[in-house]
């Protein structure tokens, strides 16, 4: 006969989030926690978010940076996470909309991403660091 299972003991062993979401009520149970947790993801939210404004414009993952800021920002704040309510929804309906288009309109959006990219690439190698295209080509038809 099995035996029965002790009625104080949780029904399955808690989660990442669970331990998260029971850490942020221990803390901000206190008044000087409440206000350190609200400080400190202030400013660790504003960093993530500078850091991925800085690099919309570069290749690479900027906007997925502003959002991970904002996600941080959402932990405290309210207007954080209607935002990013907003941004993952206008995010769902744009790639949907992508989905939705012929392989040819794909392409050539694609396309026009690329230009975008290498075009800001060109100007940031220009105006940063003084480096031209015929620069570039130069140095790999010697190299």
Do not use: C
């Not at 942020?24 to 400013?43: E, F, S």
């Not at 800085?54 to 996600?71: K, M, N, Q, T, Y």
């Not at 959006?109 to 015929?134: D, E, K, P, Q």
Request: proline share 6%; glycine share 8%.
């Amino acid at each position: 006969m099995p035996m029965a299972k002790d009625p104080t003991e949780p029904a399955t062993k808690p989660g990442f989030s669970d331990r998260a979401r029971l850490t942020l009520q221990v803390i901000r149970a206190n008044p000087t926690g409440a206000i350190a947790l609200k400080i400190l993801v202030a400013v660790l939210g504003g960093l993530v978010v500078a850091v991925g404004i800085v690099l919309i414009p570069l290749p690479g993952p900027g906007w997925a940076i502003v959002i991970l800021g904002l996600i941080i920002w959402a932990v405290e704040f309210v207007w954080a996470r209607h935002l990013l309510h907003f941004t993952r929804n206008k995010l769902r309906g744009w790639t949907s909309w992508i989905a939705r288009q012929s392989w040819p309109v794909r392409l050539l959006i694609g396309a026009a991403g690329l230009v975008f990219v290498t075009a800001v690439l060109v100007a940031t190698l220009r105006f940063s660091f003084g480096v031209t295209v015929a620069d570039i080509w130069q140095y790999i038809t010697t190299h």
